[in-house]
């Protein structure tokens, strides 16, 4: 009898673990980290260049189809997720950042915020991304707030976001990109201006 | 201590087979669940439908774009002699046609900037010709992209929406 419940137990015990493990490394848990992620890193941006072709392997199949269905494959888009500061800090609602670039090596780009369950934030103040056409060329920036800053022409809202993080989408991304990313991409930088919480300021 | 090595094996065991069973379930599983979410919120079957532009009160699908014009359509393959037509209007600025299985997989993308596309897509095991794609799987989506950052352009994409076609032959 001893046997049968140590059985009972063991079995019941391998399939928690089983699932437990595969949701938590597939980040399929509700609330777990986005698309940061994967094997490209370029100044914490990161992606998967496997995202979207039949190449994926089954942990970035199961994430993207989690955080980022019917995403392009690599030859038509490419993209980049980052969920911290140029410090290393957890991006938040609660911070302003200056974020800024230049001239991206695709046929069209745009960074768009999101929340921590991967959808837009809950406000309607219109100001959820920044594209190639409105940065115009060379070198530009915009503002991520929960409110709107005077005399600022580029302004995207954190407002309701809580934890959130920024996707850069590549659209027709140059070869240079696919072939060697920490020499072709320069990302955009984010950098921390304050916070309304003293201790990370 | 021989008596443990049954239930650890066992313990094991089952702890790879959940393990792999979910990863190699849960796209299929997530994929089914947002066509049936699409459905529920009038994506249809074998027909374009025209979209709504995104912003978080309308947003259906994980990390849409508010630059880009979408318009989805649902398709079945169930009958092995079925195909559908699809079609992609003319747009100046960049637009793709794109096709995803039941499984997730972007399996084709054709771009499509400044000029109309036309193919067909049959059910798996088809043999393609010129201006065919087989489909990896019966059930799955097609979704056009425009880029339409703004009111206006996603009112000039949504009357060239109305030249895109989907339908099961």
């Known amino acids: 009898m001893r046997q049968v419940v140590a059985y009972l137990v063991a079995i019941l015990t391998g399939c928690a673990i089983g699932f437990g493990s595969a949701v938590a490394m597939a980040g399929l848990w509700p609330g777990s980290s986005a698309l940061a992620f994967g094997d490209v890193n370029v100044n914490d941006w990161r992606s998967d260049f496997a995202i979207g072709s039949e190449a994926a392997d089954p942990y970035t199949r199961a994430r993207v189809a989690r955080h980022g269905l019917l995403a392009l494959a690599r030859s038509e888009a490419v993209y980049f997720t980052r969920a911290t500061d140029d410090d290393g800090q957890p991006l938040r609602e609660a911070c302003i950042y200056r974020l800024s670039g230049g001239t991206m090596p695709a046929g069209w780009w745009s960074v768009t915020l999101y929340d921590a369950r991967s959808m837009l934030p809950n406000n309607k103040d219109g100001a959820l991304s920044i594209d190639a056409g409105r940065a115009g060329g060379g070198e530009w920036e915009a503002i991520i707030s929960p409110e709107k800053p005077a005399g600022t022409a580029h302004w995207i809202s954190s407002r309701k976001a809580g934890t959130f993080d920024l996707t850069l989408r590549l659209y027709m991304p140059d070869p240079a990109v696919l072939e060697a990313p920490a020499n072709s991409l320069i990302p955009p930088r984010i950098e921390r201006q304050s916070c309304t919480d003293r201790a990370r300021t | ?169």
């Open chain 2, 1 to 169: 201590m021989r008596r443990w090595v049954g239930p650890l094996a066992a313990l094991l065991g089952c702890a790879v087979a959940v393990h792999l069973a979910v990863l190699h379930f849960a796209p299929g599983f997530i994929m089914g669940r947002a066509m049936d979410a699409l459905a529920a919120r009038g994506v249809a079957l074998h027909r374009f439908t025209a979209p709504q532009r995104i912003n978080p009160q309308t947003q259906s699908v994980v990390r849409s774009s508010p630059d880009l014009y979408y318009a989805l359509c649902r398709f079945d393959l169930a009958n092995p002699e079925a195909r559908v037509e699809v079609h992609m209007g003319g747009w100046p600025n960049y637009q793709s046609l794109s096709f995803f299985d039941a499984r997730t997989d972007n399996f084709a993308t054709l771009r499509g900037i400044g000029k109309d596309v036309t193919v067909a897509l049959l059910p798996p095991g088809s043999r393609a010709g010129a201006g065919e794609i087989v489909s990896p799987t019966t059930k799955g989506v097609v979704l056009v992209r425009r880029l339409a950052p703004d009111e206006q352009r996603f009112a000039a994409a949504t009357r060239a929406g109305m030249h895109d076609s989907c339908s099961l032959e």
